[in-house]
């Protein structure tokens, strides 16, 4: 028999399955022309470049996460109290803004050619310079935003780990560097890959940067065959197509952390860091600071001077509007989050069996589904209950009832 909390887990896994559904079961509706057409053009970019994202922002978030939360957490140098929380600012930059930015600055008539040129007196033919809005310019501006997610677990991985490994290690000899590969970082795996399947999620979900450097993707493959080509089923379709892409990183991360554990049994005690000396501390403070300054300081600083020199003065009117509507959906939201997963949480604690906890982890999924895929799956159910809505009143009320 199904009690209160049993039926609110399944109440809510189903609101939230629901997108994720419909996206499904559009596969079952094959439209041959125009799967012809997006197999004749654009699906093989939507595919390769997805996979370059995928592969190249994997790669650099996990090289810069690990080692400035393995520095941070370890060692002693100096700027090393400061990095330790302003590693987590570029956070504070949405990924298109970011490419914004960097677009601006490094563009032909930007700031840092223009510099250049000066200083080198050279004309446009004298040298070569990469463009930024490439796949390679998109993997850089995407790692500079979601290394602090691979940062942030990785950091409290190492921390959390027992003072006896250090000890024990540094009996037998171990430098930093092999205590470092042989000890601290198989140990904080599980976290490490936690952090990569997050950022990962967050690059095949992302529009605003990909569409800025017109790059094809999935996402903005959705897009255009929703609007462009007027085929919501087959929009839903590629919803499918990436809905994979996302269920394949989660299954790599589970199966990268397969059956092992991870438990601490001893008591913890403040770990005893590394104190750089030399050429060391420097290169630390650099390699901690520059990410910083890359994906936080820069961007910043560009922003303040393209508002400075080229501001709308009739901007200001709107900010107002602007920020209250992004406030109040950033509230809005916050508040019906932490109730649903307080209820769900509590739901698991009271209702400890199968049905609950599959029902609940089908309710976490909303993180993992971009929010192009849950979008298509909403419109549709309620484009056509709409439709169906309007139909029905005009044939026996004689009267429109518009959008519900």
């Given amino acids: 028999m199904l009690d209160r909390w049993s039926l609110l887990a399944l109440i809510v896994a189903s609101i939230v399955g629901m ?15 125009v799967w012809h057409h997006l197999a004749t053009t654009v699906l093989g970019d939507y595919v390769s470049n997805t996979f370059a994202l995928i592969f190249g922002v994997g790669i650099g978030v996990t090289v810069i996460g690990v080692s400035t939360a393995w520095l941070v957490a370890m060692c ?26 960097y677009t601006d600055f490094f563009q032909f008539a930007g700031p840092f050619q223009t510099t250049l040129r ?44 027992s003072r006896c490994l250090l000890d024990v290690s540094r009996t037998l000899g171990r430098t930093p560097w092999r205590h470092f590969v042989e000890i601290g970082l198989p140990m904080a795996r599980p976290a490490i890959a936690g952090g990569v399947a997050l950022a990962l999620m967050e690059t095949v979900a992302d529009f605003g940067t990909v569409q800025y450097f017109g790059i094809n993707t999935f996402t903005t493959g959705i897009y255009r065959t929703w609007f462009a080509l007027g085929e919501p089923i087959a929009a839903a379709q590629l919803s499918a197509m ?36 030399g050429v060391k ?18 961007p910043v600083a560009v922003l303040v001077s393209m508002t400075i020199e080229q501001g709308d003065a ?14 109040s959906l950033a509230a809005l939201s916050a508040l019906l989050i932490v109730g649903v997963a307080i209820l769900l949480a509590y739901a698991v604690r009271l209702r400890d069996n199968a049905l609950v906890k599959g029902a609940v982890r089908l309710a976490s999924l909303g ?17 056509r209950a709409d439709n169906a809505i309007n139909i029905w009143a005009q044939t026996y009320l004689g009267f429109s009832t518009g959008l519900l």
């Avoid at 501390?281 to 820069?298: N, R, S």
């Fill in 367 to 383: 993180y993992a589904i971009p929010g192009t895929v849950i979008a298509v799956g909403t419109l549709i159910p309620f484009a």
């Fill in 19 to 33: 997108p994720v559904l419909v996206v499904a079961l559009s596969v079952l509706v094959p439209d041959v022309d």
């Fill in 314 to 327: 009739m901007f200001l009117g709107k900010f107002w509007t602007l920020a209250r509507n992004s406030f």
């Fill in 118 to 161: 000066d200083l080198m007196g050279w004309t446009r033919d004298d040298y070569w310079f990469p463009q930024i809005r490439t796949v390679g310019g998109a993997i850089f501006v995407m790692t500079m935003v979601l290394f602090p997610y691979v940062y942030l677990l990785a950091r409290t991985a190492f921390l959390s780990q």
């Fill in 242 to 277: 990436l809905m994979v892409f996302v269920l394949v990183i989660l299954w790599l991360e589970r199966h990268h952390r397969g059956e092992a554990r991870y438990d601490h049994t001893t008591a913890m005690r403040p770990l005893k860091c590394y104190e750089l000396t």
């Fill in 281 to 298: 501390k420097y290169m630390a403070t650099a390699v901690c600071w520059l990410p910083i300054i890359l994906g936080f300081v820069l």
């Fill in 76 to 101: 002693r140098f100096p700027g090393q109290r400061i990095a330790e929380w302003a590693l987590l600012l570029p956070f504070a930059v949405p990924t298109y803004i970011m490419g914004y930015t």
